[in-house]
């Protein structure tokens, strides 16, 4: 009897456990508000006949120099017409790859390749070298762009995603991070960092194929439009044209997002402006943003890196397994890593020796090289237009673009300046310090040394949680060098009931109203109405997210009920991160102005050797100029 009762519940059981896994990432996406779901987007197709496809084809040969092979390739198969990324998969289901860590040939299936990448989700759960305050390893955890603060844009990619700005010139402009992103849907891919979600399709077919891979991409197209339904989402260039110009990815390609934070949305060089394709093409009717102030400040352009002078495309330093793409295993800001153990360096093309054209010289600059990182030397400035202090709280009103913009209190640009130099083994704190030990073994170097004590941590010991917490992370680490790095802070609205001794919680702007009013007050209570901040707060992210978040901030929770005094204002201030961040840099590269001997070793050298860790005998003793 029991096993004739048995056998139909367990079919039931089956058959439940089946519809919910079917429908597990619709559930998920419905526990979303709905502002923040994705939707079925619509985009125009542009359908041409034999006779307009050729003249498209000749006006690209006339364009560009370099054979498209898709010209041919559309021609045989009779496409006359690009579709989005089914187009791609029509020839493209699968791709082979190079495994990245054996060398070996493998087929991956092409969409789940992307759709699992930090370029697609906007983050990863691997983070072997960040740790937290709490002196836990940050690993097996969501974190990237999508969930991480970050007082370079003062907003959240999850509130923050597509916006219009209406000047008070009745001019309409183009924000949100959702620029930057090859997905084409009206918000950040959310489901995506809950366990077992299924990217959905019509999040597939709404993915920016085209912008990495299109030579003939037109930036201009890259605006934020708004649907029939109401919603707002960035627009793609799906012409026929920029299908046509498929090639492998190039430098030109990689920067239409990424020089953004290296050089800035002001700079663009006269040499080559190709390399600044965002910065000359911001939009047709609702143009991008420019942003003052780089957040790295070394361009990767002719004028200023010797590798994009002589042609060096990002992937062969960057590797990459399809489109899974390594940022090396020394990071400090950059959390989202696809292959976090491949190794991204200098002596991945150079020896170990790289010093050679200057035969005097040669033994004594290669005897440096163990201790001291190539880009310490050859990273000897940074852009004029960098930010080294950005203030959100102050706002200044731009003539020209019609908006009130942050205040960059301090652009620094010089060794010992806005370039800081650390010992680092490639780890990072849970907010950009980077991790490391001077080799000399004598417990004298802290890399954490706050200069914005909070009041209400004035009386907290660093010193003796850094000797208890953070020196031990550090000794056991890898080996470490001296780096150079570029100095940076912000100061934005903090909630002050999700805060410690390290820092604490951002509000973020409502990106039109701040630049509308230039009333940072005004603009934290508007995002903070946006659906997704109350949910921020709410039990679900404090459970699956916030709790663990803040613990690597060593806050012992997430607390859910500050969320009406923070929406109000109450226990909000705005405050600078505690201590500086150091941003790892490894572009504008120069081999001439390249930092002499005399300029760390000379008296006036840029070298402080006393915080690096020596006594005050090693510190005169390498502060003396030999005359090399």
Request: some cysteine.
């Amino acid at each position: 009897m029991k096993s004739r009762i048995v056998l139909p519940v367990l079919l039931i059981v089956a058959a439940l456990a089946t519809i919910v896994w079917a429908s597990w990432s619709h559930i998920i996406n419905f526990m979303l508000p709905a502002d923040s779901r994705p939707g079925e987007v619509t985009y125009t197709v542009e359908r041409v006949t034999p006779e307009p496809f050729e003249a498209v084809a000749a006006a690209l040969k006339d364009r560009f120099t370099g054979d498209f092979k898709h010209i041919e390739r559309f021609r045989k198969a009779g496409i006359l017409a690009y579709e989005g990324p089914k187009t791609c998969l029509s020839c493209h289901k699968d791709i082979t790859v190079k495994d990245a860590t054996t060398g070996q040939n493998k087929t991956v299936d092409l969409m789940t390749n992307v759709t699992t990448s930090a370029h697609y989700r906007f983050f990863t759960s691997s983070h072997p070298n960040v740790y937290g305050f709490n002196g836990e390893l940050a690993d097996n955890f969501p974190m990237g762009k999508i969930d991480r603060p970050c007082p370079k844009p003062g907003s959240f990619a999850m509130t923050a995603w597509a916006e219009q700005v209406v000047t008070r010139n009745g001019d309409t402009l183009s924000e949100g991070c959702g620029q930057c992103h090859i997905g084409g849907q009206y918000q950040a891919p959310l489901g995506e960092i809950m366990p077992g979600y299924r990217t959905l399709d019509e999040e597939k077919d709404a993915i920016d194929c085209l912008i990495c891979h299109a030579a003939a991409y037109d930036m201009n197209r890259k605006q934020v439009v708004q649907d029939a339904n109401g919603r707002l989402r960035w627009d793609q260039d799906r012409t026929l044209t920029a299908a046509l110009s498929v090639t492998n990815t190039t430098s030109q390609t990689c920067l239409r997002c990424h020089q953004h934070n290296l050089g800035g949305d002001i700079y663009v060089d006269s040499l080559d402006p190709s390399f600044m394709q965002s910065m000359r093409n911001p939009g047709h009717e609702r143009p991008r943003v420019l942003h003052p102030g780089s957040k790295r400040g070394t361009p990767f352009s002719p004028s200023w890196d010797v590798h994009a002078a002589a042609g060096v495309n990002c992937v062969e330093c960057h590797t990459t397994e399809g489109h899974y793409i390594a940022k090396g295993t020394h990071t400090t800001t950059m959390m989202a890593n696809d292959l976090p153990n491949v190794e991204v360096a200098c002596e991945n093309c150079h020896t170990a020796e790289p010093h050679s054209s200057n035969a005097e010289l040669a033994g004594y600059l290669n005897s440096h090289v163990a201790k001291i990182a190539c880009q310490t030397c050859h990273i000897p400035s940074l852009h004029p237009d960098n930010a080294t202090y950005r203030d959100f709280s102050k706002t200044e009103y731009e003539e020209h673009a019609g908006i009130y913009v942050y205040t960059d209190s301090l652009k620094e640009t010089q060794p010992g300046k806005g370039i800081v130099y650390v010992w680092w083994n490639g780890d990072g704190s849970f907010l950009g310090n980077p991790i490391g030990d001077n080799p000399n073994g004598k417990n004298l170097y802290r890399f954490y040394n706050p200069s914005h004590v909070w009041p209400e941590f004035k009386n907290f010991d660093y010193a003796g949680w850094y000797d208890k917490v953070m020196r031990p992370i550090a000794k056991q680490g890898r080996p470490s060098k001296l780096y150079a790095m570029k100095l940076f802070n912000g100061k934005q609205h903090i909630d002050l009931q999700n805060m410690g001794p390290f820092g604490g919680m951002y509000l973020p702007y409502n990106l039109p109203t701040y630049y509308v009013t230039g009333n940072p007050d005004l603009a934290a209570q508007k995002e903070m109405e946006k659906s997704m901040m109350p949910m921020m707060y709410g039990w679900m992210f404090k459970v699956y997210l916030m709790d663990k978040f803040m613990r690597f901030m060593d806050v012992d929770s997430w607390n859910t009920a500050a969320y009406a005094d923070a929406h109000a204002l109450r226990k909000v201030e705005p405050r600078w991160i505690p201590q500086d961040a150091s941003l790892e840099i490894s572009h504008a590269i120069r081999k001439n102005g390249a930092l002499t001997c005399r300029n760390c070793h000379g008296p006036a050298g840029v070298l402080d050797w006393k915080a690096l860790g020596y006594t005050d005998d090693e510190a005169a003793s390498l502060s003396v100029d030999r005359g090399l």
